[in-house]
């Protein structure tokens, strides 16, 4: 569903924006959806970017549970259990996030990616990290593969990276 921020939601989104200012991105790209693209455009505004829409990103179509509390059904969802009738299955948001990610990283870089939490669910599964892991919202985070190629990614808070040094 593509329920709009609330005053919450836009204080965290400029809160993020603030976090992000100064850290060299070229770009931003965003799941269309409302939450997500009001994000992204006040992250973008920020940093004096524009904002590309990739419907790769936009969150998980959960059928008849859309709208509906997440509960057993979810944590089975997530772990490769039944999908929801008339929703996605967690492989095909995998391989969808993932293709979406991968658009963002084809161009020029550091990219800031804005999306949902079962979509990030489902690139932690990709990165080879605990999948049922609920990021609060709004937590810009660097993600970067393993230097070991059988080892997993690594997330790190934005605000725990050094602002980078112009010289």
Avoid: K, Y
Avoid at 27 to 45: D, N, Q, W, Y
Avoid at 110 to 130: D, E, K, N, T
């Amino acid at each position: 569903m593509d329920i709009p921020l609330n005053a919450t939601g836009l204080a965290q989104a400029r809160e993020a924006a603030g976090a992000l200012h100064g850290r060299g991105l070229v770009r931003v790209v965003s799941s269309p959806l409302g939450r997500a693209r009001v994000t992204a455009e006040i992250a973008a505004a920020a940093i004096g970017l524009a904002v590309e829409l990739d419907e790769g990103l936009r969150e998980a179509a959960f059928g008849v549970q859309e709208g509906q509390e997440t509960g057993p059904w979810f944590a089975a969802w997530v772990a490769g259990g039944p999908t929801p009738a008339g929703g996605e299955s967690f492989a095909d948001l995998r391989r969808r996030a993932v293709a979406a990610v991968n658009r963002a990283l084809a161009g020029p870089r550091p990219v800031l990616v804005v999306a949902h939490g079962a979509l990030f669910r489902a690139l932690r599964a990709a990165m080879g990290l605990p999948i049922d892991v609920r990021m609060p919202n709004a937590s810009p985070v660097l993600c970067a593969p393993a230097t070991d190629g059988d080892a997993p990614w690594s997330i790190t808070p934005a605000a725990e990276i050094p602002l980078p040094t112009t010289g």
